[in-house]
């Protein structure tokens, strides 16, 4: 059983069963009621199931449980999903971070009908390319060398929602939960696996996220190493500007501009993409070539080079230093931006490295979606696509240390050819023949 192909077939699951009962007794305290808890299972064996559909319908009739009863399980009955989130988190923890794992900050869409989904209206829907009606869900994944998990999950709810405490309320969208920038959700979504002790060595995201001067600044509140990606519109300063406090009036008369403020007569930020076609130190540095990862048709090769940079911080005002890495595809000439909040010692392998990870939580939404059912919520209250999103992450995780288990067993569980792997996905430097 391999990603790609994890649905499994009534067989499969039964050679599975004892394995999947002991996974799921973990989390058995979440549930005051015995028959509330073998709801559980009903919907995680569904989720893990060859199913064509994995909405409640087909999984309940497959299971022989009544439609009514499973729709209540997910959104009416009562039991702790805050507790089963943490659950899931602290196995994420215990079993699963170590030096090399990096946090993953992404979004997925999905298409919805009507105007009952909680969140659903006309948005960017990046599943189609276009403005669709659909809902958004922001994630948080963690990944390691061979290995890959969904760690959370939250709706993304549209200020439109948020304004019509009316209709919050029909969805039962609590008072509390209002309208936030994506890019502060996924600071939630962070915060709540701290709050259970992970703490992630490395953290990445694509350029909606990275763009967000305030995304950087409260990463680097919170101590947290980034290699962000950035739109080439990014506005940084190649030398740090110096900042007055002292007010300026043209011809000494009139309202002072405000303060604090980038003294006059410094340079003006430029676009991360002008840095690096006109950049002095950046034009001086040399490329260098590096094998990111192995692909079906042989090894990936960017080459990258980088300088110091300041950031235009929120506030207009200069504000972290970080590293600018430009990477090249040596193939097609593609290029990335990103920058870095790394130390003066960190390697460019380890910074793409980092950088290059985004593909882990693309193939999380990919496997969510065809296999276990993330996109298959069709209730109306949001408490139910909370747990919907808790338990399809906890199915995922099931399956994800499954065909771990089955590639080590495969392997003999040899210790070395383990490591052998683990040096495979990592980004090496390439060197002139």
């Not at 383990?418 to 090496?428: E, I, L, M, T, V």
């Amino acid at each position: 059983m391999l990603h790609g192909e994890l649905g499994m077939d009534v067989a499969e699951l039964e050679q599975l069963e004892d394995r999947l009962n002991a996974y799921l007794a973990r989390f058995g305290d979440c549930f005051r009621r015995s028959d509330t808890r073998a709801h559980l299972t009903t919907y995680v064996r569904g989720q893990l199931s060859d199913l064509d559909a994995k909405s409640v319908e087909p999984i309940a009739l497959q299971a022989g449980t009544p439609v009514r009863t499973l729709q209540e399980f997910i959104a009416q009955h009562r039991w702790d999903e805050d507790g089963l989130r943490r659950r899931l988190i602290h196995i994420v923890r215990d079993e699963h971070v170590n030096k090399n794992t990096v946090a993953i900050i992404d979004e997925t869409s999905d298409v919805k009908k009507g105007d009952k989904t909680p969140g659903v209206q006309r948005q960017w829907c990046g599943k189609v390319g276009k403005q669709e009606n659909c809902i958004v869900t922001v994630h948080l994944a963690a990944a390691n060398e061979d290995f890959h998990c969904m760690v959370d999950g939250e709706l993304f709810l549209p200020e439109s929602w948020s304004n019509d405490r009316e209709r919050c309320a029909a969805a039962g969208i609590p008072d509390e939960m209002v309208y936030r920038p994506k890019w502060q959700i996924a600071l939630e979504l962070l915060d709540r696996s701290k709050e259970e002790g992970i703490e992630y060595p490395w953290l990445t995201a694509d350029e909606g996220y990275g763009g967000k001067p305030g995304f950087l600044e409260a990463l680097a509140d919170r101590d947290q190493k980034f290699v962000l990606e950035v739109p080439r519109t990014f506005s940084v300063w190649e030398k740090h500007p110096e900042v007055t406090e002292q007010p300026y009036r043209k011809g000494g008369r009139g309202r002072g501009r405000k303060t604090p403020r980038v003294k006059s007569g410094e340079s003006s930020p430029r676009s991360v993409e002008t840095v690096f076609w006109h950049g002095e130190a950046m034009k001086a540095k040399r490329w260098k070539r590096y094998r990111v990862k192995d692909g079906e048709k042989g090894p990936i090769i960017w080459e990258a080079k980088r300088v110091r940079v300041t950031l235009k911080g929120s506030d207009g005002l200069p504000g972290l230093s970080l590293w600018l890495v430009v990477a090249r595809n040596v193939l097609d000439g593609e290029l990335k931006f990103f920058v870095s909040n790394a130390s003066e010692f960190a390697s460019m392998a380890m910074l793409l490295q980092v950088a290059f990870q985004r593909w882990r939580v693309e193939r999380c939404f990919e496997d969510q979606k065809q296999e276990v059912g993330l996109d298959c919520y069709e209730g109306r209250r949001y408490l139910g696509l909370k747990r919907h999103l808790i338990i399809t992450s906890l199915s995922y995780l099931f399956l994800s240390q499954t065909c771990q288990q089955e590639r080590e067993k495969k392997s003999g569980v040899d210790n070395s050819a383990n490591s052998r792997r683990g040096r495979r996905n990592r980004c090496q430097l390439v060197t002139p023949s």
